[in-house]
């Protein structure tokens, strides 16, 4: 067994010494939540940075597709993905909704547009695609088909920061797109999220909604959550901000290497980069063919594991195969043979910006057919 593990993932933290120079600045003005200095900074850093119109602060990645849907009216059916964290179905069953699972492109993990109209009843009135991996969906397609039937679209673009195709951001597309700046992201605010949208008008309503409803101090135009960002992660999110691009970079390094060690190993295929597109380098997703590579998916999941190297069966199972949405018509296997087929042939490998060389060397090492457990 070796000493040190190799984690899926490692938050990328800013300057202690600069993050408690920000804190006395908190401290010293007593102003720690509802809108502070570093709020209002951090929405406008972001929103240069990432190329987008207005962002609107949340608490997690959760709550702004909550409200995304609440904003936009949605109701009846809502149609998804089932490869996806479940905070997607979530969100979607407590506004109310009903999910509908459309299966997904085997070659993007994204759902597959050509499916979506199939999936279309009176009762239609969103699509929430996910950018899987930060890999962009086909927005066009979505777009036209969206244009067509008069559907919103609101991107969950959890994994997505960042991400542009042609130059132009990825969270520019639909009617709104919601960004998680967990822990576990390519940059983080501790816990935290944010929407993107594309008009003033819209940001003052997001705004009101995510603090109960408030539009000023005596009247409630919505029942609203609280779902506010606080001072103290908005000075986190302002210092890490600037340091995400080196962190990508990182991981840039990092997918290279595993791309050149792993392209020749039979049974063993990876996501291609796409011309056009900056990606992030959110995740490494690799998938096995058990019967070419020798061993099942969760015999090298757990291989690695005994190796102290932990890979994650990320999105494993699909959402519709959770006891709380199996009973719904669109998730039955049949439904959704591509989505099966990725979720249970997925690990993603470690990937973040303090992995070693030697850290690398020693996922390839493991990954690499007939290769045994230890160095
Ligand atoms: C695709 C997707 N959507 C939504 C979320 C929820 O984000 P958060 O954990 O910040 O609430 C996540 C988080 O892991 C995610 O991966």
């Known amino acids: 067994m070796y000493d040190k593990q190799i984690t899926v993932t490692s938050p990328l933290l800013p300057d202690l010494e600069e993050f408690n120079l920000m804190l006395k600045e ?22 240069e940075y990432l190329g987008v119109p207005f962002v609107s602060l949340f608490t997690n990645g959760t709550l702004p597709l909550l409200t995304a849907l609440q904003a936009l009216r949605v109701t009846g059916e809502v149609i998804t993905t089932p490869y996806s964290f479940v905070a997607t179905t979530h969100c979607i069953w407590w506004s109310g909704c009903k999910p509908v699972f459309v299966d997904i492109d085997p070659h993007t993990g994204n759902i597959d547009p050509e499916k979506l109209e199939a999936a279309i009843t009176p009762k239609t009135t969103a699509i929430m695609p996910v950018h899987v991996y930060g890999k962009p969906c086909d927005t066009k397609r979505i ?85 506010k960002m606080d001072e103290v992660r908005a000075a986190y999110g302002i210092l890490n901000l600037r340091q995400v691009d080196a962190a990508i970079e990182a991981r840039h390094q990092v997918a290279i290497k595993y791309r050149a060690a792993l392209q020749k190993v039979d049974g063993i295929t990876f996501m291609d980069e796409e011309c056009g597109v900056q990606h992030n380098y959110s ?67 470690p990937m973040h910006h303090s992995l070693s060389d030697e850290d690398v060397e020693r996922v390839i090492h493991i990954v690499l057919k007939n290769e045994t457990s230890t160095l």
């Open 143 to 227: 777009q036209e088909i969206a244009d067509k039937y008069g559907l919103k679209v609101i991107y969950d673009a959890a994994h997505a920061f960042g991400v542009k195709v042609n130059g132009e951001s990825i969270l520019n597309a639909g009617d709104m797109s919601t960004l998680s700046f967990h822990a576990t992201k390519v940059y983080n605010t501790l816990e935290g999220g944010a929407m993107v949208m594309h008009d003033e008008a819209t940001k003052k309503r997001i705004d009101y909604l995510k603090n109960f409803g408030f539009a000023g101090e005596t009247e409630v135009i919505a029942p609203g959550i609280n779902s």
């Open 26 to 47: 908190i401290w010293d003005s007593k102003w720690i939540t509802n809108n502070g200095q570093f709020h209002k900074q951090l929405e406008k850093n972001l929103a």
């Open 283 to 349: 995740y490494f997703p690799i998938f096995v063919d058990a019967e070419k590579y020798g061993l099942t998916r969760d015999e090298l999941y757990f291989k690695m594991k005994a190796a102290n190297v932990l890979g994650r069966r990320y999105f494993y199972p699909l959402i519709s195969e959770f006891s709380t949405y199996r009973g719904l018509p669109s998730a039955t296997k049949e439904n959704l043979p591509n989505a099966h087929k990725m979720a249970d042939s997925v690990i993603c490998l």
